[in-house]
């Protein structure tokens, strides 16, 4: 069946330090991939999404490239604040979708100032 | 627009009772999810109603899992009786159409001694 992959956290950064965090999947046939985000005391957010092979998705400086190839989809931002702090969870449905999505552990992300 | 509730937000039981979590979806979404995610683990999709009509269960753990959504308002999630592995964060989310994104809620932490 349909898996992701990602890095274990937590990942600790200092203010403005460079963000990567690995998400690797397996799926049949094309799906759609997202990053979520859960910030303290909240629920989950749509942050960024790609439908297709080679689409970038990008939202609040966060990005995000399909790679089809690799079967990757790793989430990247230039330069991290404290108020970035929450855990990242990277997701696919299959085709077009976004109902039944299948997620990995999540990332915690602790942001220092 | 109020957004997805759910309630409670905490909830300690012990083994063998029963505990009903509630979701009110955003007014006007006909699709409703229930995801769980148990400690260290992936967030994993548990059920999808659109109105009424339960449109996908396959994720269901087991028939001590019953969900309903009478009128096609709000859900309600009972585990009964429930379990030590049961224990978790139960999340809502919904949609206005099905290919929309999920908007979630902030999710019912259920521990179980």
């Known amino acids: 069946g349909d898996s992701v992959t990602q890095m274990e956290g937590p990942v600790t950064l200092s203010e403005e330090a460079f963000l990567t965090i690995n998400c690797t999947y397996t799926a049949t046939g094309y799906p759609s991939l997202f990053w979520y985000v859960q910030y303290p005391g909240e629920g989950l957010q749509l942050l960024l999404k790609a439908t297709k092979a080679d689409d970038k998705g990008s939202n609040k400086g966060f990005e995000a490239t399909y790679r089809k190839e690799t079967t990757s989809f790793h989430l990247e931002k230039g330069s991290v604040q404290v108020s970035d702090s929450a855990v990242y969870f990277c997701a696919l449905s299959d085709g077009s979708g976004y109902s039944t999505l299948t997620f990995g552990k999540g990332t915690m992300l602790l942001v220092s100032p | 627009e109020a957004g997805v509730t759910q309630f409670p937000s905490h909830s300690v039981i012990e083994k063998g009772q029963t505990v009903t979590l509630r979701c009110d979806p955003i007014s006007g979404h006909d699709n409703l999810y229930w995801y769980r995610r148990v400690m260290g683990k992936e967030i994993k999709f548990l059920l999808h109603?659109?109105?009424?009509?339960?449109?996908?269960e396959s994720g269901m753990p087991n028939n001590r899992f019953l969900a309903e959504r009478t009128g096609g308002t709000y859900s309600t999630l009972k585990v009964q009786p429930a379990e030590l592995e049961d224990s978790g964060v139960y999340f809502c989310a919904s949609s206005p159409f099905s290919n929309s994104p999920l908007h979630f809620g902030n999710g019912t932490r259920l521990t179980v001694t």
């Open positions: 109603f659109v109105k009424e009509s339960k449109q996908d």
